[in-house]
């Protein structure tokens, strides 16, 4: 074991998500990474089994997408995006809407998931506008859903405490679906649950309560993540399209996890056959190396907002359509970051990949099923998620208990609630999944 480094000053760092107090009396730190492995400062190797963060989908520190960083940082370090453009971002783009499903012709390039989402937003709002609709202001978003910790991710997200502090300050008009999971009738399903479909009929009660005419859009999660990997029930997404084209209401796909390869094809909505009016991603677009999100936006929708000088929303050529970006929008480095990682995508098959691995995946996660506490077992791709029952009273903590056994055996796995969430890198061997469930059963023996 190598000699621990010295540790840094923990204090002053306010870490996002984490229980602070605890973890500084209980650090972990980790020192470098390669492929599909982390290395702590005392030298341990941890074999990554939830990609970084659901982000790191072509594995740690690829040499192609270090070099592209590498390369670009000595040459262009910035440019504003405002008024003023660089080569990256405008092929960055092209190669996402060829990847893009459906309509989606155009990219809008922000820093992070919650930022696409408030742009998504903002976008569906200017969109309305521009159409002489601009009463449609309401958005319906999930419960259980996820959209990031901007105002606006949280208030048409549906996780109860990431709202809870933050009441006072959320949009209004905002309402939510009722959320999918249904453990009576689904628990251990293999692939979409059969059972659920009919929940998308309550969006019909919330347009009717709400009136059709002041809804601007709907946003959901194809499959939900950080609620712990809740995929959609047959039939579902197709009801929730459909209602939307009824009602002329955008529907938007949160594909931030989802998104480059996860559920193995490049997007969700190309799994499920159904396609969104706007899409934010980030996470995959480089493989995490660098910050990055976006909206991929239909083009009936940018063309309407950047309006040729016809309709209620007509201006001149020379007038800003939409007032909205970001300082670091396109930024040179992260563009050059997604477009390597888009090539390593391409050209190692990564997207077939996650497909071809996806039942040895379920199979290994299934294994599990009559392991101690587990009560539900789930996967798409190379997305899983065993869902434990909590303690009484002490909801959270076994599931943090089987982390910290998981990761003192070198396997790092997430937990969100009282579940444990898997998304490796769609580089990892078989081999390397049965070593992440051997280390998963093994703990779930260990925790009372």
Known sequence: MAVPTPLPDLQPYWMPFTANRYFKQHPLLLASAAGMYYTTRDGQR??????????????????RIVAAVREQVGRLDYA???????????????????????NLGHAFFVNSGSEAVDTALKIALAYHRARGEGQRFRFIGRERGYHGVGFGGISVGGMVANRKVFASAMLPGVDHLPHTHDLARNAFSRGQPAH???????????????????????????????????LPPKGYLERIRAICDRHNLLLIFDEVITGFGRTGAAFASQTFGVHPDLMTVAKGITSGVVPMGAVLVDRRIYEACVSSGAGPSAQPEQAIEFFHGYTYSGHPLACAAGLAALAVYREEGLFERAAALAPAFADALHSLKGAPHVIDIRSIGLMGAVELEPRKDQ?????????????ADGVLVRTTGDTIA????????????GQIVDALGKALRAVA
């Open 422 to 433: 898997l998304t490796p890198p769609l580089i990892i061997e078989e081999a390397q999944i």
């Open 46 to 63: 941890i074999l990554d089994g939830i990609a970084g963060l659901w982000c790191v989908n072509a594995g740690h520190c690829h040499p």
């Open 80 to 102: 504003t995006a405002f008024n003023l453009g660089h080569a990256g971002a405008f092929e960055l783009a092209s190669e996402l809407v060829k990847l893009a499903p459906g």
């Open 395 to 407: 909801p959270t903590l076994r599931a943090l208990d089987v982390f910290r056994h998981c990761f």
């Open 196 to 230: 659920g479909a009919e929940f998308a009929d309550a969006l019909e009660r919330l347009i009717a309560l709400h009136d059709p005419s002041t809804i601007a859009g709907v946003i959901i999660e194809p499959v939900s993540g950080s609620a712990g990997v809740l």
